[in-house]
Protein backbone atom coordinates (compact mmCIF):
# COMPACT_ATOMS: atom_id res chain seq x y z
CA UNK A 1 0.00 0.00 0.00
CA UNK A 2 1.54 3.64 -0.44
CA UNK A 3 2.80 5.08 2.15
CA UNK A 4 1.26 8.88 1.65
CA UNK A 5 -2.18 9.84 0.59
CA UNK A 6 -2.79 11.30 -2.92
CA UNK A 7 -0.88 15.03 -2.83
CA UNK A 8 -0.19 14.96 0.67
CA UNK A 9 3.79 13.75 0.46
CA UNK A 10 5.65 15.54 2.14
CA UNK A 11 8.08 17.98 0.46
CA UNK A 12 11.16 16.58 2.52
CA UNK A 13 10.67 13.35 0.78
CA UNK A 14 11.08 14.68 -2.27
CA UNK A 15 13.10 16.25 -4.79
CA UNK A 16 13.73 19.54 -6.30
CA UNK A 17 14.20 19.98 -10.05
CA UNK A 18 12.87 23.31 -10.79
CA UNK A 19 11.03 26.19 -9.38
CA UNK A 20 9.11 29.25 -10.34
CA UNK A 21 6.17 31.72 -10.32
CA UNK A 22 2.83 32.27 -11.73
CA UNK A 23 -0.36 34.09 -11.22
CA UNK A 24 -0.83 31.50 -8.66
CA UNK A 25 2.45 32.49 -7.01
CA UNK A 26 5.50 30.20 -6.56
CA UNK A 27 5.32 26.67 -7.76
CA UNK A 28 7.98 23.67 -7.61
CA UNK A 29 8.81 20.58 -9.62
CA UNK A 30 9.10 17.93 -7.19
CA UNK A 31 9.82 14.50 -7.42
CA UNK A 32 10.28 11.02 -5.39
CA UNK A 33 14.01 10.28 -5.85
CA UNK A 34 13.45 7.33 -7.99
CA UNK A 35 11.83 9.74 -10.56
CA UNK A 36 13.92 12.44 -10.38
CA UNK A 37 16.90 9.34 -11.02
CA UNK A 38 15.21 8.33 -14.00
CA UNK A 39 13.74 11.99 -15.38
CA UNK A 40 17.53 12.81 -14.90
CA UNK A 41 18.61 9.76 -16.84
CA UNK A 42 16.27 10.61 -20.10
CA UNK A 43 17.20 14.09 -20.07
CA UNK A 44 21.07 13.46 -20.36
CA UNK A 45 20.55 10.41 -22.74
CA UNK A 46 18.08 12.77 -25.16
CA UNK A 47 21.06 15.29 -25.03
CA UNK A 48 23.37 13.12 -25.61
CA UNK A 49 21.79 11.11 -28.43
CA UNK A 50 19.29 13.94 -29.99
CA UNK A 51 21.03 17.13 -28.84
CA UNK A 52 17.76 18.41 -27.26
CA UNK A 53 16.93 18.63 -23.60
CA UNK A 54 13.89 17.92 -22.36
CA UNK A 55 11.78 20.02 -20.24
CA UNK A 56 9.16 19.60 -17.86
CA UNK A 57 5.86 22.21 -17.87
CA UNK A 58 6.39 24.89 -16.25
CA UNK A 59 3.81 24.95 -12.88
CA UNK A 60 3.19 21.95 -10.76
CA UNK A 61 3.44 19.47 -13.59
CA UNK A 62 5.47 17.18 -11.46
CA UNK A 63 4.14 16.16 -7.35
CA UNK A 64 0.69 18.57 -7.34
CA UNK A 65 -0.06 18.50 -3.80
CA UNK A 66 -3.73 18.64 -2.49
CA UNK A 67 -4.71 22.07 -2.27
CA UNK A 68 -2.86 22.74 -5.88
CA UNK A 69 -5.01 19.91 -7.30
CA UNK A 70 -8.40 21.64 -5.70
CA UNK A 71 -7.06 24.70 -7.19
CA UNK A 72 -6.62 23.37 -11.17
CA UNK A 73 -9.97 21.57 -10.56
CA UNK A 74 -11.44 25.26 -9.83
CA UNK A 75 -10.18 26.70 -12.69
CA UNK A 76 -10.11 24.09 -15.46
CA UNK A 77 -13.10 21.82 -14.78
CA UNK A 78 -12.69 18.65 -16.50
CA UNK A 79 -9.77 19.23 -17.90
CA UNK A 80 -8.16 18.59 -14.45
CA UNK A 81 -8.56 15.76 -12.13
CA UNK A 82 -10.51 15.26 -9.34
CA UNK A 83 -8.51 16.37 -6.15
CA UNK A 84 -7.41 12.89 -4.71
CA UNK A 85 -7.02 11.47 -7.75
CA UNK A 86 -4.41 13.00 -10.23
CA UNK A 87 -1.88 10.94 -11.15
CA UNK A 88 0.20 13.63 -10.22
CA UNK A 89 -0.24 12.87 -6.94
CA UNK A 90 1.82 10.57 -6.24
CA UNK A 91 -0.44 7.70 -6.52
CA UNK A 92 -2.51 6.46 -9.36
CA UNK A 93 -5.22 3.58 -9.45
CA UNK A 94 -4.19 2.57 -5.91
CA UNK A 95 -0.37 2.29 -6.36
CA UNK A 96 2.17 4.56 -6.40
CA UNK A 97 2.75 6.32 -9.55
CA UNK A 98 4.00 10.03 -10.56
CA UNK A 99 3.12 12.13 -13.56
CA UNK A 100 5.48 14.06 -15.16
CA UNK A 101 4.37 16.62 -18.19
CA UNK A 102 6.85 16.79 -21.02
CA UNK A 103 6.56 20.26 -22.57
CA UNK A 104 8.95 19.88 -25.81
CA UNK A 105 9.01 16.33 -26.78
CA UNK A 106 8.28 17.63 -30.83
CA UNK A 107 12.07 18.87 -30.37
CA UNK A 108 13.31 15.13 -30.43
CA UNK A 109 12.75 15.70 -34.71
CA UNK A 110 11.66 19.19 -35.42
CA UNK A 111 9.21 18.62 -38.47
CA UNK A 112 8.51 15.21 -37.82
CA UNK A 113 5.88 14.36 -35.46
CA UNK A 114 6.08 10.54 -35.55
CA UNK A 115 10.06 9.77 -35.68
CA UNK A 116 9.69 12.93 -32.77
CA UNK A 117 6.87 10.82 -30.99
CA UNK A 118 9.02 6.95 -31.61
CA UNK A 119 11.86 8.88 -30.19
CA UNK A 120 9.98 9.77 -27.12
CA UNK A 121 8.05 6.41 -26.23
CA UNK A 122 11.41 4.98 -26.81
CA UNK A 123 13.57 7.23 -24.25
CA UNK A 124 10.62 6.94 -21.91
CA UNK A 125 10.41 3.23 -22.16
CA UNK A 126 14.21 2.93 -21.61
CA UNK A 127 14.17 4.95 -18.57
CA UNK A 128 11.02 3.26 -16.96
CA UNK A 129 8.25 5.49 -17.40
CA UNK A 130 5.06 4.61 -19.51
CA UNK A 131 3.17 6.58 -21.74
CA UNK A 132 -0.45 6.92 -22.68
CA UNK A 133 -1.82 5.42 -19.27
CA UNK A 134 -4.45 8.17 -19.36
CA UNK A 135 -7.56 8.70 -21.01
CA UNK A 136 -8.16 11.02 -22.70
CA UNK A 137 -4.78 10.70 -24.23
CA UNK A 138 -1.94 13.19 -23.32
CA UNK A 139 1.13 12.49 -25.55
CA UNK A 140 3.01 14.76 -22.61
CA UNK A 141 2.12 13.04 -20.15
CA UNK A 142 4.07 9.81 -18.59
CA UNK A 143 3.70 8.27 -15.57
CA UNK A 144 6.53 6.44 -12.97
CA UNK A 145 5.09 3.10 -11.46
CA UNK A 146 7.84 2.71 -9.28
CA UNK A 147 8.81 6.17 -8.19
CA UNK A 148 10.46 5.63 -5.19
CA UNK A 149 13.06 2.87 -6.20
CA UNK A 150 16.47 4.72 -8.05
CA UNK A 151 17.83 2.52 -10.62
CA UNK A 152 21.41 1.62 -10.21
CA UNK A 153 22.51 3.06 -13.60
CA UNK A 154 20.11 5.87 -13.47
CA UNK A 155 21.64 7.29 -9.85
CA UNK A 156 24.84 8.85 -11.10
CA UNK A 157 22.75 11.34 -13.44
CA UNK A 158 22.09 14.75 -11.75
CA UNK A 159 20.38 18.09 -12.93
CA UNK A 160 20.74 21.02 -11.19
CA UNK A 161 17.05 22.71 -10.32
CA UNK A 162 16.32 25.65 -12.74
CA UNK A 163 13.84 28.35 -12.39
CA UNK A 164 11.95 29.32 -15.44
CA UNK A 165 8.54 31.05 -16.58
CA UNK A 166 5.70 29.68 -16.25
CA UNK A 167 2.93 28.31 -19.04
CA UNK A 168 -0.80 27.36 -17.77
CA UNK A 169 -0.90 23.90 -16.14
CA UNK A 170 -2.53 21.43 -18.61
CA UNK A 171 -3.46 24.12 -21.50
CA UNK A 172 -4.21 22.78 -24.87
CA UNK A 173 -1.93 23.22 -27.45
CA UNK A 174 -2.25 25.89 -29.28
CA UNK A 175 -1.81 25.86 -33.29
CA UNK A 176 -1.91 29.52 -34.94
CA UNK A 177 -2.41 29.19 -38.71
CA UNK A 178 -2.17 32.25 -41.14
CA UNK A 179 -5.56 33.10 -42.98
CA UNK A 180 -4.01 33.08 -46.52
CA UNK A 181 -2.01 29.98 -45.91
CA UNK A 182 -3.32 26.21 -44.92
CA UNK A 183 0.22 25.46 -45.26
CA UNK A 184 1.57 28.16 -42.52
CA UNK A 185 1.14 27.06 -38.97
CA UNK A 186 3.14 27.15 -36.25
CA UNK A 187 2.87 26.40 -31.95
CA UNK A 188 2.05 28.57 -29.84
CA UNK A 189 4.39 28.47 -26.55
CA UNK A 190 2.23 31.06 -23.64
CA UNK A 191 5.16 31.41 -21.71
CA UNK A 192 6.66 33.71 -24.64
CA UNK A 193 3.50 35.08 -26.63
CA UNK A 194 4.99 34.30 -30.09
CA UNK A 195 5.58 31.34 -32.47
CA UNK A 196 8.08 28.59 -31.02
CA UNK A 197 8.09 26.93 -34.09
CA UNK A 198 6.02 26.25 -37.22
CA UNK A 199 4.72 23.00 -37.67
CA UNK A 200 4.97 20.17 -41.09
CA UNK A 201 1.98 18.78 -42.66
CA UNK A 202 2.71 15.61 -41.01
CA UNK A 203 2.80 16.85 -37.30
CA UNK A 204 -0.39 19.29 -38.16
CA UNK A 205 -2.20 15.76 -39.10
CA UNK A 206 -0.93 14.39 -35.67
CA UNK A 207 -2.33 17.52 -33.85
CA UNK A 208 -5.82 17.34 -35.85
CA UNK A 209 -6.33 13.45 -35.01
CA UNK A 210 -5.22 14.37 -31.19
CA UNK A 211 -7.91 17.01 -31.42
CA UNK A 212 -11.08 14.74 -33.09
CA UNK A 213 -10.00 12.24 -30.63
CA UNK A 214 -9.78 14.77 -27.16
CA UNK A 215 -11.61 17.46 -28.20
CA UNK A 216 -10.49 20.74 -26.43
CA UNK A 217 -6.68 18.99 -26.35
CA UNK A 218 -6.09 21.08 -29.48
CA UNK A 219 -6.60 24.59 -30.19
CA UNK A 220 -6.49 26.08 -34.25
CA UNK A 221 -6.35 29.50 -34.10
CA UNK A 222 -6.51 31.35 -37.72
CA UNK A 223 -5.04 35.36 -37.64
CA UNK A 224 -3.85 37.66 -40.00
CA UNK A 225 -1.00 37.95 -42.00
CA UNK A 226 0.45 40.46 -40.09
CA UNK A 227 -0.42 39.09 -36.88
CA UNK A 228 1.02 35.49 -38.24
CA UNK A 229 4.31 37.58 -38.80
CA UNK A 230 4.35 39.01 -35.27
CA UNK A 231 3.85 35.86 -33.84
CA UNK A 232 6.67 34.24 -35.41
CA UNK A 233 9.02 37.17 -34.51
Excluded at 174 to 180: K, L, N, S
Aim: hydrophobic letters at 40%; aromatic letters at 10%; a positive charge.
Amino acid sequence: MPEFANGRIPESKLVSLGRGRNGDGAWKHLAPPGTAARWNWMVATGRAKYGVTLRITPGWNLFRPFDVQVLYRERLGIMAAMPGFSSHGGIFGGRDCQAIDVQNWGDLAPGNANLAWARFVALCRLAGFRVDFVKPRETWHVGDFDPWKVPAAAAAFRVNPITVHDQEDDMPIIVVERADSKLAKGLFDPTTGKLRREISKSENNLYRAAQKANPGSVIYATVSDKDYAILRG
